[in-house]
């Protein structure tokens, strides 16, 4: 079984910054892709950025130069570095974690942290 301990969510005035961690434990495959998403009040949950294993990152228009997502593949750990917050980065963040093993595609979440970004 496969759990993410996310940590790091608070309240932050805009511009201001703050550092979100996930670490994942349990039976991971070494070839995997860990991410955060969020979700805000009355809209879906969207990508926010990813980082596969290889490094290569996939970030969200809306946050680009402002969010930086890395990882430490010898802790099984994600993190999302978020500068110049601005209130509508207000959501619910998840960290995720997927993998391909033998043609099954296997997808694991975070139970959320809440970021507030006050004006």
């Known amino acids: 079984q496969v759990q993410l301990v996310e940590s790091g969510g608070g309240l932050v005035q805009a511009g201001g910054s703050l550092r979100l961690s996930c670490a994942a434990s349990?039976?991971?495959?070494?070839?995997?892709?860990m991410g955060w998403y969020r979700q805000a009040p009355g809209n879906q949950r969207e990508l926010v950025a990813a980082?596969?294993?290889?490094?290569?990152?996939n970030y969200a228009d809306s946050v680009k130069g402002r969010f930086t997502v890395s990882r430490d593949g010898a802790k099984n750990t994600v993190y999302l570095q978020m500068n110049s917050l601005k209130p509508e980065d207000t959501a619910v963040y998840y960290c995720s974690l997927a993998f391909t093993l033998t043609g099954r595609k296997y997808d694991y979440w975070g139970q959320g942290t809440q970021v507030t970004v006050s004006s």
């Open positions: 349990g039976i991971i495959f070494s070839i995997n892709t």
């Open positions: 980082i596969t294993s290889g490094g290569s990152t």
